[in-house]
């Protein structure tokens, strides 16, 4: 919830993130990004992507991921699955439809920044950026090796990742990395 | 929330429609619903359709109804927009992915009725189904109109469709529904 | 198989058709073309499309029709799926590339007798093109009401159908054809 | 050329339509549009569409109809095709990056102007609109009967309509605008 | 022909490869499938791939290939091209509404492994899967430079590619293989 | 302008690249291939990509490039934007249909060529192809830099990049290009 009282009319903040999985990284930006919003859309993008050891979960488990991680935060949340267009030049209008109208965007990825900036869109980003990227690849080559990944992200994400059994399908699509294509692990079309 | 009180685990429903916009009677049909589940899905179809006479409200714009309507149910929801992939065989799939994973879907709609039932799916059905379908269009013809549309939505649906210029825009957008063609009123490309 | 027997090379003709289902109006026209090729490609057009009033049997499904009820003919035959880009400049191309080559394409349908001209592609027609096509929609009808159907397709097209369930699935999705949206029955998204 | 004297920066406008075929009426406007503006940009809509009743000519074809009409004219034009995406909502965007910067928008198109108007896009509008579109309808059914549809076009029109034979194209494709489906004259695929 | 004399139905089995091109690594496979079931579905992937260095011949071009190499096997076979729809969420569903139904997978790629077992399919590997990826690759490097590839594929495919001039095309397009993008040679855009 | 005087009849050649941006190894291919057609048909690839490293500007903002580079030459352009299909197999009719008649295309990239050679269109190659596809990747890079691109682009290019703020977007994208995905800078979902 936003601490600056003399606010009398309802501000949403707009977060992006691929989010394979919601991760600590993620959880502390939520937490900074609360302090300054009312309510907050959490874009999960690549919402197509899934079952691959850059993008193991559908959008419905990041969904799930998401809701029970913040479950008991003091801020209205909206977790929105975004599909990718493939097409820059419309990606804010594209983001602005699926979502609910937000003021603020949040995010220190230097495309969205830029995208957001040309489209008039305030932005405000933080220096974790790094933090959060690094984290997300550490944690996916952990559960690979099924080694030490819960304790980088909260303790709903553990049990949302158990009960599909995550661990076995990030391991077994991983499998798939191999020399012959570049694509050999985003697409089920083998040799 | 469900009434079932010998239920030890947690159910999830699945409910879809266009919500163009959400009105009364998705409202009862919801209200009935959640007394057979602890949360529900609530699917927004033709996610991807907006400023049309049939569809004139974009999917950030429906997430927001459907939140404000049902901020104080006793009830988990989650707005999920649904792209159309317009492959009705792997529709169910398509949802599954996009949505946290559900128990029970339902709906009157005979086409979503048949693809669950043949993905092995349990659906529930109601009688309300004509109900709700004939409200949506004349909600619509009565926004065109600007007359008495009030009176068929939520409280807090009136409330978006004002802040967002609803009324204004479904106007404007239905004037294209002339001789020339079927798509006249879905697409930008005139004569 | 073709009867010219001073051919001395292969021949191989191409046939669209949705095929929904394959019937007896479209088997007199293979017994015809047979009489003039060695081998027969069967594109089954709007191959995505599936589970509607209009087109309510699958790709697969349709492969399996056709398969068996030409099991025994005495022609080579390669039932493939197409499907629709929706741009018909590059129509010819893309029937080219997921088909074997073919030198004659047999259509009695206006626009594909027109793309196929204007790329130079030999096109031969026959008077049958009405029968086909009003067989087609009787055929669906008849399903609908479950009465008179199977006279009019081959045997082993009645027992695909009733393997798949189809006069069940066809008469469920049926049911939505409905007052309020052209789409009513093609997409699982309703009011 | 634009009129007004005293503007020291260049201004240029957009107007889009599908130009099916470019005619008269599309004349007059663009005459209108070039006494307050510098430059125009004349967005193709509908540019994946061809070979239907509707849509007859390829942008490649409505490339040349729009250049040669327009060689003559005191005013620099660029027509850009525009390909359909079927999401309104990022529709401006899109012909924004498909287009030289434009200032002005010109249409009497309601779905269009209400798109730039949320935009925040300056649009015209002119009483004319209805001639356009009947104008267009009523050429094509002239062409189908190939009986004066000349008197409706500009000569360099005529030239590339010959050229391309697109009497008996027209013709062709109108045939088969059946009983059958909706989509009988849209797509390639029959019975 | 499948050897169990005891089975008293029908069963069907599904292995899918981009069989750029079919070679004797598929072969084999093949030849060992063919023991356990009665027909079998060959699924094309990446169909909608050409012209490439990974990626050569059309769908069309390997149906013939796939066809000819196994007209004396005592199996059916159904080769039936699958389209890359970039969604391993729907993957199953989609290869199953293109394909006549089929009881039994094969493929030791694991994503296709873990997508069929999400999906309650049943899968069976064999530890052949390097052997056939390895000779892809290899295979279409001995065609580059035209020495050595016949001796890895069946007769009928040597026939097929010397039909379509298939070396002189892999070798053209593989020319493309430059330095500056990752999409060189997939895509016909240059510099 | 052509100069063989015997020429009697208009001719019109194709020319495709990217044109990020358009440079002086581009400019001095179209003054070559001026001196052998009347006009020229420039298809501007990849026209859905835009705010990425690799391809920095909208297709708009290329059609200015290009318009006010060759506002002066003696030659009758077509700027004409090509939307990626993925299909090389409909690559030649995608481009035929959006673009003027041409009857000779100018290429040196290698499976450009192989798709017009395979569709019997005449195509013409130069040695100067490494000159402007090295230009191009040396001009973004010196652009990054901020450093030396001037010199070797159109000054006409100079004044568009400067008035879209053209450096400034794509020093910023290029931060993008971290360590963790292969898709960093062409997509805007960050981790």
Request: glycine share 6%.
């Amino acid at each position: 919830m936003r601490s600056d009282v003399l606010a009398d009319h309802m501000l949403r903040g707009f977060y992006i993130g691929r989010f394979q999985p919601y991760h600590d990284g993620h959880h502390r930006m939520v937490e900074r990004i609360a302090g300054e919003v009312d309510e907050l859309v959490l874009g999960i993008g690549s919402a197509d992507d899934s079952h691959t050891r850059h993008d193991p979960f559908t959008a419905g488990e990041r969904i799930m991921m998401l809701t029970k991680a913040l479950e008991d935060a003091d801020l209205v949340i909206y977790p929105v699955p975004i599909e990718d267009l493939d097409r820059n030049a419309v990606w804010v209008s594209h983001v602005q439809s699926m979502s609910p109208t937000f003021e603020i965007a949040y995010s220190n990825n230097p495309l969205v920044v830029q995208l957001f900036t040309e489209a008039g869109v305030e932005v405000r980003q933080s220096p974790m950026f790094d933090r959060e990227r690094l984290e997300g690849t550490e944690i996916r080559e952990r559960m690979i090796a099924d080694d030490g990944w819960e304790a980088l992200v909260p303790d709903a994400v553990v049990d949302v990742v158990e009960e599909i059994d995550g661990i076995e399908r990030i391991q077994r699509v991983s499998e798939t990395d191999g020399a012959d294509s570049y694509r050999a692990d985003t697409t089920a079309d083998p040799e």
